[in-house]
């Protein structure tokens, strides 16, 4: 199985600052077949079902506000929030597609400072 | 809007088997095979584990940690998809998900969850 790890566990970030989530995968998940990379992003917030911020690692789901972003290739991505908001305290998840079965992060908390 | 919503029983007795039902409203779930319906759980203040996904044909692919005790079913007439676990144990005790897996795939419609817990 492929294994995502995610840095840091928690991290507390002051209103309007960035906020940078890490996600390292065990192997490459760059698909040769069409130059893409496996990986997506989640929000969860407490008592909700996670939602689907990023995937192809670099483009944001329909409604996805633009301050979050991700980027990365191979095995190392991120998760930037680019001026945090009080409403983006969730925990994130990374999920890799790549190769069966599908694996996420453990989760990395997100809090305000 | 898609929307999906898990039922079944909350509490399941160990050794016994946890069937669970997701049942779609603002789509077809037989609508070509563009899409596969897939179920994820999470242990309380844990992470997200895939179960597994069924396509509306009937193919299925599972985890295969989990793969000898689970088996996954579509019904397109009632526009519902199913789980069954076999031989649960406290370590089944979870939130248990089902979700839409769309192109790309990724999981882009999910239920609201249902806490299934393993107890006598």
């Known amino acids: 199985d492929i294994v995502l790890t995610q840095s840091p566990d928690s991290l507390a970030v002051s209103l309007g600052e960035r906020a940078t989530i890490n996600c390292k995968s065990s192997q490459s998940v760059l698909s040769s077949s069409n130059n893409r990379n496996s990986l997506a992003w989640y929000q969860q917030k407490p008592g909700q079902p996670p939602k689907l911020l990023i995937y192809w690692a670099s483009t944001r789901e329909s409604g996805v506000p633009d301050r979050f972003s991700g980027s990365g290739s191979g095995t190392d991505f991120s998760l930037t929030i680019s001026t945090l908001q009080a409403e983006d305290v969730a925990v994130y998840y990374c999920?890799?597609?790549?190769?069966?079965?599908?694996?996420f992060g453990q989760g990395t908390k997100l809090e305000i400072k | 809007q898609v929307q999906l919503q898990e039922s079944g029983p909350g509490l399941v007795k160990p050794s016994q088997t946890l069937s669970l039902a997701c049942t779609v409203s603002g789509g077809s779930i037989s609508s070509g095979s563009r899409y596969y319906w897939s179920w994820v759980r999470q242990p309380a203040g844990k992470g997200l584990e895939w179960i597994g996904h069924?396509?509306?044909?009937?193919?299925?692919n599972y985890n295969p940690s989990l793969k000898s005790r689970v088996t996954m079913s579509v019904d397109t007439s009632k526009n519902q998809f199913s789980l069954k676990v076999i031989s649960v144990t406290a370590a089944d005790t979870a939130i248990y998900y089902c979700?839409?897996?769309?192109?790309?795939?990724?999981?882009?419609?999910w239920g609201q969850g249902i806490l299934v817990t393993v107890s006598s």
């Open positions: 999920h890799q597609y790549y190769n069966t079965p599908d694996t």
């Open positions: 069924i396509y509306s044909g009937g193919s299925t």
């Open positions: 979700a839409r897996c769309g192109g790309p795939p990724t999981f882009d419609y």
